[in-house]
Every structure is written in structure tokens, then in C-alpha cells.
């Protein structure tokens, strides 16, 4: 029996049509062990580049979406100004992770409470309410929506950044009815 990874391999001789299916495509092509497997390109973005949105008070950079990894996943590089506080929501269509890179950030998982230092990870599944709070010095963290498409609901709900900051302060309140709306076309809910 073969692995996974030994059923299917770029040769040198695929490698061309591979690296010719241009810089936003995917090619499926059929293997002889798998009916169709779909090669997708590969995708980089360096540091300071993305979609950058003002999101609810935070920087929101979108680094892969679910055009970029098909379908798999959305992952979004979010800076939380200094004793930040997400809403509580639930996800009925995607998994979120957490992964934490600068600062502190507590993390409420259906009631259980997780201490978040940089390097930590944690994971919410879908169905499960969830909410999170920064440090004095606020956090950037790494969300992992699985599968993709979460960016979709992000784009609605943001703005285009003006710069790749945390938002200057705003005294605007949000309209909840009108977010609890357009949240559920996405699968997701807001609590209050």
C-alpha cells in the first residue's frame, strides 16, 4: 500500500504545465489512484502586504482566502489595540484558531477561560461561543477559519484601511440588528 504523498508527485517533466497555470488558477487533473485531485498554485504574501481592513477597532490583513487555498481555509493577521474586547459569537459554518504572535489575550471558549502568551495556540470549533480580550499592550494574533470563506463576512462588515494601523478611536457605535442581519447570511451569530 502507498502513502498519500507517494500517489501523486510533480515530476520534472509536469513541473512546466504546473508552474504555467498562472499566479491565480488551480489545474484538477486525475491521478491513477484518485479520481481527481485539484493542484493549486502556490500563494505568498509578505509581511505589511494583503487586504487591509479597519475591523470593529482592530487592523484586520487578510493573508489566504478560500480562492487561495481552495476552499480550505481563510487566515487573517488581526492587531487588537491595548484591552480590546471581541464580541461573543458563534461560527456554524467554520472552526476557528488562534495563534498568538505579540501581546496577551484572553480567550473565552464556551465558558472555559485560556491565557494567551505569544507562540500560544488555541482552537474554537464551530457551534461553541467564543469571545476574547487583550492585554495593556493589546495583540496580534493569527485567526484560522476552516474551511475558507470567512474573509467574505470580513469584507462586508470592515472597511478599507486607511493605514496598516489599529483604527483611531471612534465614539460610533455599531449597529448590532443590522450586524446580526448580515452575520447570519454567513452562518454566524453575534450574543449580546
Not at 469584507?155 to 493605514?163: D, I, K, R, T
Amino acid at each position: 500500500m502507498t502513502s498519500d504523498s507517494a500517489r501523486f508527485s510533480i515530476t520534472p517533466r509536469h513541473a512546466k504545465w504546473f508552474l504555467s497555470a498562472g499566479p491565480a488558477s488551480a489545474a484538477t487533473v486525475a491521478t491513477p489512484r484518485s479520481p481527481a485531485v485539484q493542484v493549486l498554485n502556490a500563494v505568498a504574501v509578505a509581511n505589511g502586504k494583503g487586504e487591509a481592513r479597519w475591523w470593529f477597532g482592530a487592523l484586520a490583513e487578510i493573508k489566504a482566502t478560500a480562492a487561495d487555498t481552495g476552499g480550505q481555509f481563510t487566515l487573517v493577521e488581526v492587531t487588537c489595540p491595548p484591552s480590546y474586547k471581541g464580541a461573543r459569537h458563534v461560527h456554524h459554518k467554520e472552526d476557528e484558531a488562534f495563534w498568538l504572535l505579540e501581546g496577551h489575550m484572553d480567550l473565552d471558549v464556551d465558558g472555559k477561560k485560556i491565557d494567551m502568551n505569544p507562540g500560544d495556540y488555541a482552537f474554537g470549533p464551530r457551534n461553541v461561543p467564543h469571545s476574547f480580550t487583550t492585554g495593556d499592550a493589546g495583540c496580534r494574533v493569527l485567526f484560522i477559519l476552516t474551511p475558507g470563506g470567512f474573509e467574505n463576512l470580513l469584507m462586508e462588515v470592515s472597511e478599507p484601511a486607511g493605514s496598516r494601523t489599529v483604527p483611531p478611536p471612534s465614539d460610533k457605535k455599531p449597529d448590532i440588528a443590522r450586524l446580526q442581519k448580515i452575520v447570519a447570511r454567513y452562518g454566524n451569530e453575534i450574543l449580546v
